[in-house]
């Protein structure tokens, strides 16, 4: 099963709105990332949030993680129609052994319309 | 500083021919990875390369797939008689530390495009 599953599959929402996605996976990890995909494109990564850490912050982004629940959030406000693209959370598993092997969820489409 | 460099962005083949798929990472990293992404899904983690090492190659399948990433030059992910199941996009990602290092990230490339006719 995934590693890191994001919720909802897909978002529509509109202009100015805020957008929230969810990520829950399984395991301990050292850190969560979450990256963006515009499609057809490779994806680019938006914040790194540690597992010490609660929340975080940049820009528009806004990420929280508990790990007690072992899950994550992405919190984009005012959004915009540049930010429709698909969202995927990324753990860094602890047992992996370090070396960056990070497991993707199956993303959450977003679609910000005018 | 040019990003990480994948070509071709497209590659279509036929059953039974092999597919290379090359990957430059951004200058300075020395770290390699590629990733599979089926359409509608996230992606799979294939194999962890450093310069002329493979480290980890847990998620590529052990038939007709390999990977190098050679002292000089780019790193090849080869894909020996390909079947339809293969069609799938490629990407390739960089880094420059391994897990636990400060603002750690992965730098992605555009992808390769592998249709399998």
């Known amino acids: 099963s995934q590693q890191g599953e994001e919720d909802p599959q897909a978002l529509s929402i509109q202009e100015g709105e805020n957008a929230t996605m969810n990520c829950s996976y399984k395991?301990?990890?050292?850190?969560l990332q979450w990256y963006r995909q515009n499609s057809g494109r490779g994806l680019v990564h938006l914040i790194l949030i540690r597992s010490n850490e609660r929340e975080k912050h940049s820009g528009r982004l806004r990420v929280t993680l508990d790990t007690s629940k072992k899950s994550s959030s992405l919190l984009i406000t005012a959004s915009r129609a540049a930010d429709t693209a698909s969202y995927f959370c990324a753990t860094d598993p602890i047992l992996t052994g370090g070396g960056n092997k990070l497991t993707f969820g199956t993303g959450t489409q977003l679609k910000v319309e005018l | 500083n040019a990003g990480v460099m994948q070509n071709p962005r497209h590659l279509v083949r036929r059953r039974g021919q092999e597919a290379r798929l090359r990957c430059s990472p951004m200058k300075g990293h020395s770290h390699v990875y590629w990733y599979r992404q089926l359409p509608e899904e996230g992606l799979k983690f294939m194999v962890y390369l450093q310069k002329e090492n493979i480290i980890d190659e847990s998620g590529m399948p052990k038939e007709r797939f390999s990977a190098e990433f050679p002292k000089e030059g780019p790193s090849i992910l080869r894909i020996q008689q390909v079947v339809r199941g293969d069609s799938a996009a490629y990407f390739c990602?960089?880094?420059?530390?391994?897990?636990?290092?400060?603002?750690?990230?992965?730098?992605f490339g555009s992808g390769t495009q592998l249709s399998v006719l």
């Open positions: 395991t301990s990890i050292n850190n």
């Open positions: 990602a960089s880094s420059l530390t391994r897990t636990g290092a400060p603002n750690e990230k992965l730098f």
